[in-house]
């Protein structure tokens, strides 16, 4: 017989037809009741053993975490909460787990802390919360493809080693193959990288932005969807050393068509997710309520996580300058009582204090900020008539901060190059990216979504180690 999955037998309406499921049990009560999971739904089937005909050292191996093949048939429920269980005739152990084992694990069928799953990342994925966590990243994934798929985008893939830094965004993670205890020195006794691999230093990408637009500028629309490696040391709930970004890039696109096309993109993942993945988040939803009856007022949701999720698709996102930003943090009560512990000065980077004031305080909803001072943003975004701002974009989320970064990129060869000089890029690096900009130049704009933040904002999940299998962070690449 063939194997139904979980999420299927639960619909089926086969009654009185015979079934096979296999998956790992969750629980098996009074020796009667057994719990199967297979993943594929948070929902267990429920199996129902008459003990009598069955042997007893059989099922004294039923216990959670072991995996079973389960025949029998699918009968209507006579509990409530399901449709159907199945009666069980069959049920054959394909993998034993010793209940003393499954009781130091994350396995136990009680309230761990996150913590503690971090540390079981080999197993966590059998809890309910992992198991909706990840069902959902899925998702995500899906419709960022699907998403651009539809709309005639082609997906690109950009090298994850990198010869160039150019980027800037972050510090890099060295790809050698030397000896590191005994590398070949230069005359001035340097580590001689032309005898390395690639014969020149290289790392892994901080983003794939720099090719993409190499692409955008021949196939019009494009987006890469990868992994990205940043080697700063930031312990924060927020930044990981490995993250996943998409990066689309539009040829003819100023700045507004840029957060037009950002907008409807998140908007888009939003509602997919809520048609798509009803059962993870009703589990999610609740499961937040439940934390935040724990908390203190003043630290629980104002909205639920499908009231957030509906939130983002029915109202637009604020837009505002940075210049106005700065007037705004002026004016508010935080600044005035120097609750801030950042300066708020024209010139100087908003502060994720300063962030968090604009999008939970001051407008309660997604903020678009643009048009930043060139000084902190990269050299590649497009300068401003006024010479002292470029038409970067920040997108800002609530309980999130930034999700997106983005620009016109400079289009003009002359002006870029200056850029190159004043911010110490060597021409002779990314030549090929300038090249592109002596033929057929064209206004063009783009933008990363850090994947991980959006995953985040969809489930709820207030750590982005806990929304990706295996996080790796500052002293941690275990598994
Ligand atoms: O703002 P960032 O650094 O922008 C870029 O890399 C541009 N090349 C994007 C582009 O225009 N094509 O990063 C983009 C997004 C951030 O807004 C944030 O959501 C996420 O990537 N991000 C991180 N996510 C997790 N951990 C980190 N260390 C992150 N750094 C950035
Ligand atoms: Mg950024």
Known sequence: MK??????????????????????????????????SDGSTIH??????????????????VTTGAALSITGKL??????????????????????????EVSKTVMQPKKHSLEFLREQAHLRFRTNLFGAVFRIR???AYAIHKYFNDRGYFYIHTPIVTGSDAEGA???????????KNPPLTEDGKVDYSQDFFGKETNLTVSGQLEAELAALALGKVYTFGPTFRAENSNTARHLAEFWMIEPEVAFNDIYDNMDLAEDFLRYICKYVLETNADDLAFLNEREKQEDQAKPTAERNELSLIDRLNFVISNDFQRLTYTEAIEVLKNSTPYKKKKFKYPVEWGTDLQSEHERYLVEKEYKKPVIITGYPASFKAFYMRQNEDGKT????????????????????????????????AFNIPEHEIW????????????????????????????GMTNIRDVIPFPRFPKKAEF
């Open 170 to 180: 972050g510090e890099m993670f060295r790809v050698s193959t030397l000896d590191p």
């Open 3 to 36: 194997r139904t999955e979980i999420v299927h037998a639960l619909k089926s309406d086969k009654i009185n037809e015979d079934i096979l499921v296999k998956g790992w049990v969750k629980a098996f009560r009074s020796n009667r009741f057994i719990q199967l």
């Open 390 to 421: 470029v038409a970067a974009m920040d997108i800002l989320f609530p309980g999130i901060g930034e999700i997106i970064g983005g620009s016109q990129r400079e289009e003009r060869y002359d002006i870029l190059i200056e850029k190159c000089k």
């Open 138 to 140: 899925h998702s995500v």
């Open 75 to 100: 009968i209507e429920s006579q509990g409530a909460g399901q449709k159907v269980e199945i009666a069980v005739e069959k049920i054959e152990i394909l993998g034993d787990a010793d209940p003393e």
């Open 44 to 61: 267990t089937i429920q199996a129902v053993v008459d003990f009598e005909k069955f042997d007893e050292a059989l099922l004294k191996r």
């Open 432 to 459: 090929w990216y300038l090249e592109t900009r002596k033929f057929g130049t064209v206004p063009h704009a783009g933008f990363g979504l850090g994947f991980e933040r959006m995953v985040m904002f969809v489930t």
